[in-house]
């Protein structure tokens, strides 16, 4: 089995600053594509920043120059910064890998979500 532990959100005033950190562990071979998620309330979920397995990321237009996701391959985590934080980034984040085990079974694996509200 694989746990991803989120940690880093919270309440923030707008223009303000929070770090997500997500942190892989348990049966793990090798990890894929890893990155955030986040769904507001009434919407869909949506790809806020991830890595590849190429180590390519992919931020959403939405979240350009103002996240900036980077990684510790040493700790398979992943880290969110996020700046200039606006009250349309108000959702449950979460963090998801795409995994192969140890038996070399490939899955996909969400954390438990963390809420970010921003507002003043």
């Known amino acids: 089995q694989v746990q991803l532990v989120e940690s880093g959100g919270g309440l923030v005033q707008p223009g303000g600053s929070l770090r997500l950190s997500c942190a892989a562990s348990?049966?793990?071979?090798?990890?894929?594509?890893m990155g955030w998620y986040r769904q507001a309330p009434g919407k869909q979920r949506e790809l806020v920043a991830g890595?590849?397995?190429?180590?390519?990321?992919n931020d959403a237009d939405s979240v350009k120059g103002r996240f900036s996701i980077y990684r510790d391959n040493l700790k398979d985590t992943v880290y969110l910064p996020m700046d200039s934080l606006k009250p349309e980034d108000t959702a449950v984040y979460y963090c998801n890998a795409d995994v192969t085990n140890r038996y070399y079974i490939r899955s996909d694996y969400w954390g438990q979500g963390t809420q970010v509200t921003v507002s003043s």
């Open positions: 348990g049966n793990i071979l090798r990890i894929y594509n």
């Open positions: 890595f590849s397995s190429s180590g390519v990321t």
